[in-house]
């Protein structure tokens, strides 16, 4: 197999079933799943599977011709977003999300720059790569795409807007200095590889209202942000009050199965739609569009944003302790099931990289399974299925502490 | 939902069960499917519907922890492959494939242009949308791509070699004019939306050997010809005795599960692996996974790649009877159960694009489903899920000759 990206952990782990918030190796080991949130309503979720397989058995056909999951699905979607958000595409995966919104905002726009956050992840296509300088190395990076700093940046400062601003102009003066004009920014709402970030306040008003005035497009990445993970709202993008032109889902929608969208306006859709042709074979299928109303139905019966909200706020706190306790945790942030510790040497004040990978592993070891992001590698990434409670929540935080009181 | 592409035929079917190789409508009516190659094993099949059931109660999670499943499925894949094909990368759809493709071409070449036949279809991503001039029009194709004629050609010709070689130098000197050279050639191994061709003997040979030695690969797109469906082989391109750098899979490998692969060399892989990354959330999840060994399980016990052979190779001689009494029908192309109808005007000599569609609906209302493809889409496109058999082929074949006499 192609080897390019690597298995998780110093010790790979063979992983043979998962139930809810757990999963199990080949020797009957347990694990705490704190990370996969593509397992969105838990792993193997009962209600999901049957739902596949009833629809699986019944039919899987593409959307050449009408079907009523897609019907349902689209609506149901669209119910939950904001503003004029009322068309959807459905694709197979993030990457095929984020690269249509892309082709959705040059049709729209007729231009062809793109910003993205400095240390973004938005996919896999050949396009996507590019606006993701979490791969993509400047050395290989085209110049439609320019980077923006991570709100890490204007975290400390008082005048956001007049900062961020003055950045903004900066990358967008490049695209026309070379005549392509700006066709959209692009943010993942939670800046998970940048870091995890909740924007400051304002911060997404202040981009959005800019670019838009540039004549661009706004496109939030909701691959990771979305479906109520952060607990308080259903988009990462509804936590600074902004409606984005474009909208792409991912990850959690199909819980493991390859489902995703993009959403936008009637009035962009109808300017892409007259000038371009969008088929996508698996996208949109009954089986998908079945996987997806029924995660979503889960999440309605068993209040999983609320539950995002409620035990994600509990888990916060008690990593604020931890960082109390622990010189090393400089910073706890994120939000909801979606929390990022970042770890710095007190010391020598450098990204604490090595022991960070130290901690995951250790974690591991203990049946924790947690990943780690950022720039620097140094921030601990939080983000297990929906059902989490506060006794997974406690059992998690214990064995952080454990490993920290052991190693410092 | 974005409506930028249409729903099949005049009156748009609501299918809502599948099985074998019949379609039912919200109505009951029921419909031979002689056009949906996804249902690879046929709708519904049972023996997939239950290996996707028992992994997705098991398991469905990422390959960043080991799963058996991939491993066989890379091992089950590269051993139907020839020559040193011998490196499996998993995706979700064609496209991805596709699109993967293109980077592992340009990061082993340290090229950027592609060669595709002048009305190919490879996908829908950003990049490779420019490698489908069946959707983009010339305003929008970028210099990258560069087209050559379509095999049809060189159909009648003698010198074959000699023309196509003319040809292709001046596709690959563009690409030196403007200093990118030449990475890669990509052909659907049957040309479908050329119009369904199999490449004339020694095609795929001699646009091979002078694409490799001016520096680039040939990659063979196997998303529609492959896994037995031309009946002779198990790989359209091994009907020109050729082996390519690069395979791509995609549409009937999980029979509708969002599945597809890019199959390469050691050297090839080891060179982009290198250089790059390459992680795909679902792309080759067990639960995918499960659903590829299934197809292939089938395919073996069930002989499917032979039964495409006999009732293909029926199906095509009674179309060629069918083309001797209507002088509609200039030709008969394709092989095993994947055939093209030609129509054009016998008095105009012109594409009898309207008649086609006319004729498609027709069939459509009498329960027969069929496709229409070609750059004029005056070619039916006739491409079955497998267990395809001699009375499903008398069936389609007489409604074919019915309406032909009923119009003519």
């Known amino acids: 197999m192609g080897n390019a990206d690597e298995l998780f952990y110093s010790e790979p782990l063979h992983i043979v079933r998962g139930e809810d918030v757990w999963l199990y190796d080949a020797e009957g080991k347990k694990y705490l799943d704190v990370y996969n949130n593509v397992a969105h309503v838990g792993h193997s979720n009962p209600h999901v599977v049957e739902a ?85 190395v400047p050395e290989k990076r085209q110049d439609w795409v320019q980077t923006l700093p991570s709100p890490k940046k204007y975290q400390q400062t008082e005048q ?69 993970r952060i607990g308080s709202h259903m988009w990462g993008f509804s936590h600074d009050g902004v409606v984005p032109d474009i909208v792409t889902l991912g990850k959690p929608m199909g819980n493991g199965y390859p489902i995703a969208a993009v959403v936008t306006t009637r009035k962009i859709a109808q300017v892409f739609d007259q000038e371009y042709g969008y088929f996508n074979t698996f996208g949109g299928n009954p089986v998908a569009c079945a996987a997806a109303l029924a995660v979503l139905e889960t999440m309605k019966t068993d209040h999983l944003m609320q539950n995002a909200e409620t035990p994600g706020l509990y888990f916060h706190q008690e990593l604020i302790e931890l960082a109390e306790k622990y010189d090393l945790i400089s910073e706890v942030r994120g939000k909801g099931l979606f929390l990022g510790v970042e770890l710095i040497d007190p010391i020598g004040k450098e990204p604490a990289t090595k022991k960070t990978a130290e901690i995951v592993n250790l974690l591991s070891k203990n049946g924790i399974l947690v990943g780690i992001t950022g720039p620097d590698s140094n921030v601990i990434k939080m983000r297990p299925p929906m059902t989490f409670n506060k006794r997974h929540v406690d059992r998690a935080v214990e064995n952080l502490d454990e490993i920290l009181s052991s190693l410092f």
Do not use: W
Request: proline residues 3%; charged residues 20%; negative net charge.
């Open 52 to 136: 596949i397989t009833r629809q699986a058995k019944a039919l899987n056909t593409s959307t050449r011709y009408l079907h009523e999951n897609i019907v349902d699905l689209a609506e149901k979607i669209t119910e939950l977003m904001p503003g004029e958000l009322e068309v959807c595409y459905f694709v197979c995966s993030g990457s095929e999300a984020n690269d249509l919104a892309l082709q959705i905002a040059r049709a729209y726009t007729k231009k062809q720059g793109c910003l993205v956050s400095e240390n973004a992840y938005h996919g896999n296509t050949t396009a996507v790569f590019q606006m993701s300088p979490d791969d993509c």
């Open 160 to 228: 956001i807007e007049l900062n961020c601003l003055k950045d903004l102009s900066l990358a967008m003066d490049k695209f026309d200095e070379i005549g392509i004009g700006t066709a959209a920014v692009i943010f993942d709402s939670i800046f998970s590889s940048d870091g995890i970030f909740l924007p400051p306040p304002d911060y997404l008003k202040t981009i959005y209202g800019a670019v838009r005035q540039s004549g661009g497009l706004a496109i939030a990445d909701e691959v990771q942000s979305g479906l109520g």
